[in-house]
Structures are given as C-alpha cells and as structure tokens.
C-alpha cells in the first residue's frame, strides 16, 4: 500500500538546482519481543544477519506522531498501534494478530502514497516496513532480492556497486520499492529497458487463508508455479490488494547463468542531461505554448516504438503555473549510446520548431550513480510544505488542441499557484513490446504520461489548491466526462498515482468505472486472484481490488 513512484516530480530537486545553474511518551507503550529489538526475531534471510524488531508503538509513546506521517502531510491516520517489523515471520504474526482481533491493517514501506491508504481513520494497525530493506543476490534464485522497506536509491547504490546493473524503476531515491514495484514501476531508463515489473521474478507474499490463517507464500514467473496467479498480480495491480509483500526478486526474462551482472541491464556510466528553462513572459503566447507542448507529444508519437534509436532518450516538459515565472523541460540519455548528443540535439530541435521559443539549456554531463541517488531528488515540497494532490492519464498520442487550450487556461487562470502545474514524461519504447495481459500493466500502447498536481503548505489552503486541480483535469478531459476513457488519445491511467476521485462520480461522469480506467481487462482476472488470495477481503482500500460478488465475506 506504499505509495508508488512519484515520478513526474522526481527529478525537480536536481532540475531546480541545473536550472539555477542556468539562469513526553509513557514508557509503557512500547512493546517488544524481546529487551533487544534485534534480537527479537531470528527470521532473517541467509546472510542478512538477525532482523530489527518487532517494535510495537502505541499513542502517547514520544515516536507515534512522527512515524504516523508519511510523505503527504494531508493525511495523518490514528491506529491503535504502529507496527515495525523487521523480518517475514514477523509480518506473519502482525497479520495474524490483526485478523485476529478484528482490526484492518494497512502496510507503509517508504510511505509516498498519494492518497489516504495507510491513513485511512478505519486503520488500527500500521504495518511499518521500513526495516526491512536488505538489497542483495539470492544464488539459490538465480535473482537479485530485494526487500519492500530498500528505498529506490539504495537499490540502485547496491546493485551498481555490487555488480554494475540496474533496474529502469523511478528517478525519486527515497521512495519505498514495496509500493513502487506493485504497481509496475517505471523511471528514466523504462522507455530502453521496459518497465520495473517487466524484471520481476518472484514475490514472497504474506497472505490470509479462508479460515483467517496468516502464511508467507512465494509466487513466482515459472510457468508450472502453482502459485503464478498471485506472481502475474504483483507485476502491476499495486500495493494493499492481495496480502503484504516482504520481498521481490528480480531477473530480467532470458537472463541465464551464473554471472549476475548478466542477470539485470547494464547501468549506464555517465549521464547526459539537459535542463531548458522558459519564461512565462510575452513571448509565451497561447500558441507558442501550445505549440511547445503539441511537439513534445509528436515527437513521442514518431520516436516511441520498441528498438528506436530514440528509446534511450527520456524527457519531461514540466510545465508550471505562470505565478511560477516560467517552466522547464529535462532531458537525459546515456551518455555513452552512439551520438547521444547528436540524439539530443535532434529531440530539442523538435521541441521548439516553429515555436519561436529557443528555450535556455544547460548540459551536464556527470557520473550515473551521482544524479540518480541524489538526496531529496523528487520529493514534492519542502520540510514544512508536504500537502498535495496528483491526478493522472496515460497517453497514446499528443493531447488534442481543445485539450491544449484547457492546459494552457489552467496555467494561466487566476486561481492556480506556483505550486500547479503538469507534467508530460516520456514513456513507451520498450515498455510497448510487451502484451497488455502479459502483466498486470494493462496499457501498454502508450507514449506518455500526464500527470496534473498542485503542491502546498497550509492546510488552510486545502479546499482552493484541490479545487483548481481538479477543475484543471476535468477541463482537459471534458469530452470523455472528466476522466482520461481509453480511446485514440487516452488510455487510462497509472495504479502508483492512485486518485480517489475517478471513483467519485461527481468527478468521473464517464460511465466508465475507476477499475477500467486502472486496469482495463485485466480487472476481472485480477478479481479472481483476489478471491483465490485473500478471500477475507483483509487487504482493502479506497481503491483496491474488489472480490468477486460471489463469496464475498463480511469484513
């Protein structure tokens, strides 16, 4: 149920500084397994040594308030208890003792959801995942093991010094990989390497039988694993729907051997980045703005296909509100692909023909690992100004000129911030070359992602900031009644940017539910993993997969 890849904003901590390059708790209440939390539990994994915790801590020990919190300070939950928990056997018995008492369980690894999951006032048990986050080479598996609570950037730290590989997972290095992976995962490196769950071997996945038994089961890609079923849902459905995932494995499809620096893709040595900067000033008319977006989009359609020659190429046109002063776009490629700056050059001057818009670039050319693993790189806000919201859609092709005229009059309007804007990244490539129902991702055929947010401080402030972002999606999506429907254009939209509003039908006057918008065909499936896998319905949220109308249990 963590929160997924916040990844459109991932790259502002870097973007913003190359721009400007340019230019009193009762001791009673904690409980333990034993007078040492490290010596609590001895369910490690080989090599990995004894387990933090378990750790229980309840309202009124001095770290409740701050391990309530995650990175979305909108919402804030009260649960009877929070659970931190270091190992598998631990997450069992957390699980066990939930069901067993009736409460409803929520399960936070790095804690970046973007909508109330984990905070939800019907949660009295916080699972907290964070400890476990062993990142290493499982040679039993054959496959790379890493663990929910390992954010994204001691992953890639591990795997590129331990054996110079990587995973094409999100730009932002402090996001948990327990929510990201679920929800299938993507970043810089997808449109040359697919998607993150396009990797994926194998889940270990804590689990509640019929008669309310808690278990640990591992499903794997295997053709003859009984348990694939539950393996196929992991590469995509996302987090808080079938149990709680303790650990992935990782292996690319047709890696073999014993050599695992072969078993994941290379990582790059350096990086080639560009930052162009724009002013919201006279220059930046209707059309000249409209223009620049309208050539982002076709350039994705044109250069987006699995193999091209393009497909090392990810960019992001970051586009803020006018209070803001101006916007920019980033742009990045493996600095080692043949004619990687001609490749670049190419794709800005796309960007700006006929736009009479040149745009201020910076380069930068700097070691891979530097950039990618920088601290604070995505994180929305600041130490005090963490509220906000985030819409989403996938695209098949360039938005519409209606649809460019509705982002350009949210961008300019006198209601929206400097904290509003959106976001059109780069996808498709190799994410394309494989089938809709091979994974859970269920859009494929796509180019890009629009992603529409607002960012604030002031709780004051809510009810303004969430009305001109929503009113902002709706415009763009009039014609499909407020939300991105599948068709020639949209396609939905993406399961780690979850938005509670497309099940809202105040704001989704489609007809077409928010499940269809998620997961397309793959839900009724996806309904049946579910009834097989938690038929309890003990994993729920806002947005979760609902069980079959047949058997379905009382909570």
């Known amino acids: ?35 040492s939390p490290a010596a609590a539990d001895t369910g490690a994994a080989p090599g990995e ?4 915790g378990p750790v229980t801590v309840r309202p009124g020990d001095i770290r409740y308030e701050s391990l309530l919190r995650g990175n979305n300070f909108r919402f804030v939950g009260r649960p009877d208890e929070i659970r931190v928990v270091g190992s598998t056997a631990q997450v069992v018995r957390a699980v066990a003792d ?30 907290d995942l964070s400890p476990m986050d062993a990142v290493g080479y499982d040679a039993a598996r054959g ?47 997808s449109r040359r390497y697919g998607s993150v769950v396009d990797h994926l071997y194998g889940v270990e996945v804590v689990v509640v039988d019929r008669d309310g038994t808690a278990r640990a089961v591992v499903a794997t890609r295997a053709p003859n694993d009984p348990h694939r079923d539950l393996f196929w849902a992991h590469t995509g459905a996302g987090g808080g729907n079938f149990g709680v995932v303790t650990r992935y494995w990782l292996r690319s499809p047709g890696a073999s051997g014993n050599d695992p620096a072969k078993l994941l893709p290379a ?61 920019l776009m980033t742009v990045e490629i493996d600095a080692d692909i043949p004619d990687a700056k ?42 005090g100004t963490r509220r906000y919201k985030i819409k989403a859609g996938y695209l098949r092709r360039s938005l519409t000129d209606a649809q460019l005229g509705a982002v350009y009059r949210n961008l300019t309007n006198n209601t929206g911030t400097a904290g509003g804007g959106m976001l059109l990244v780069g996808y498709g490539g190799q994410v394309d070359a494989v089938p809709a129902h091979a994974t859970a991702v269920a859009q494929r055929e796509v180019i890009m992602k629009a992603v529409y947010q607002t960012i604030w401080s002031d709780e004051h402030d809510d009810a303004a900031n969430l009305a001109w972002v929503r009113g902002f999606y709706r415009d763009v999506y009039a014609d499909t009644g407020g939300v991105p429907v599948p068709d020639a254009v949209s396609d939905g939209s993406y ?27 793959n839900y009724p499936r996806l309904q049946q993993v579910k009834a097989r896998w938690d038929p309890r319905d003990v994993f729920h949220h806002a947005l979760s997969i609902r069980l079959p109308a047949q058997g379905r249990l009382t909570r």
């Not at 040594?49 to 933090?52: I, K, Q």
């Not at 989704?508 to 918008?517: A, D, E, F, M, Q």
């Open 267 to 327: 990582a790059p040595r350096e990086q080639l980045a560009v930052v162009v900067n724009w002013a919201w000033d006279k220059q930046m008319t209707q059309q000249a703005f409209t223009r620049l977006l309208r050539n982002f989009g076709t350039w994705h359609e044109r250069n987006s296909a699995p193999g091209s020659p393009y497909a090392p190429l990810y960019a992001i046109l970051i586009a803020t509100h006018a209070r803001a002063g101006g916007f």
């Open 49 to 52: 040594g004894a387990p933090f």
């Open 143 to 189: 496959a790379f093991s890493v663990q929910p609570g390992a954010t994204l950037g001691h992953v890639y730290r591990t795997l590129f010094k331990g054996w110079g590989v990587t995973i094409p997972a999100g730009g932002c290095p402090e996001v948990g990989a327990g929510g990201h992976f679920a929800g299938g995962g993507y970043g810089p490196l």
């Open 495 to 521: 399961i780690n940017y979850p938005d509670i509003d497309l099940a809202d039908p105040e704001w989704n006057t489609s007809g077409v539910p928010w499940h269809t918008l998620y997961y397309k065909d």
């Open 98 to 127: 939930a069901v067993r008492s009736g409460r409803t369980v929520a399960v936070r690894s790095g804690g970046h959801c973007f909508e109330n999951f984990t905070a939800d006032p019907a949660v009295r048990m916080l699972l």
């Open 1 to 35: 149920m963590s929160r997924s890849n916040l990844d459109p904003l991932n790259r502002r901590g870097l973007l913003a500084a190359a721009g400007a390059m340019a230019a009193g708790g009762a001791a009673g209440s904690l409980v333990a397994a034993s007078a």
């Open 342 to 383: 001609g490749l670049v050059a190419e794709f800005l001057k796309a960007v700006y023909a006929e736009t009479g818009l040149a745009g201020k670039e910076t380069w930068l050319t700097m070691p891979w690992l530097h950039p990618t693993t920088w601290p604070g790189t995505g994180e929305p806000g600041n130490v």
